[in-house]
């Protein structure tokens, strides 16, 4: 076992590097019909009441109620297009997991690092981290993040079923949570995999 810094590092038999399946992720893009999305996002702003049309001490005209509007209708689609860049990834990395788990069983070397009653051993955030020390490139997406997101929703919730809460503070802490509690479901303590030993490709479908 390896040690660096605070980081325990399970030992992987042989000297070659180990292949792993590839990492699909399939993209989420933009719809077909950003008409929808922003006309969506217009009735969220509208129904939550975001903009108001009069402060204390003065009436907000209209046409600067309309831009600001629009505004914050674009800000909802820019966060939830976010959101769902981030499920997308969690939903690959997520099924990633799984077909690794079953190349570890079908091979004699790596089966046993799985085993939580053989210490050291790697958990399912094993392979979170795994990614991380291997710098796939994830731009604008937090791989713990991605995977907490994938964790609380099976399905990526439509824009008309989010709240703005949700979109401007929740999904971040919801996402840390559902993640760390995932995470923690491994027995104590885990190792990370040596990430010299181990290959695999980033797909983006």
Known sequence: MDIIGDRK????PGSGLLELPPL??????????MDRVMDLASKVVDKEDLVPSHTLDSVVP???????????????VDNYFGMLRHWHW???ILEWIRQCETTFEYDMRLRALLRPD??????????????????VASPGVDIEKAVGLRLAFRQPPPLHCVSDQ????????????AYHTWEQMSPAPISSLPPERFNFQLVTM
């Not at 992720?25 to 719809?31: A, C, N, R």
Request: overall charge negative; hydrophobic content about 40%; glycine content about 12%.
């Open 9 to 12: 590092f399970v030992e992987v």
């Open 24 to 33: 699909l992720i399939h993209d989420g893009g933009h719809p077909k019909r």
């Open 118 to 135: 053989i210490w050291p051993h790697a958990g399912r955030s094993s392979f979170v981290r795994l990614i991380g020390d291997k710098s």
């Open 62 to 76: 209209d046409s600067e109620v309309d831009r600001r509007k629009m505004d914050m209708a674009i800000n909802l």
């Open 90 to 92: 969690g939903d690959g």
């Open 166 to 177: 949700f979109l401007f503070y929740l999904n971040g802490t919801l996402a840390d949570t």
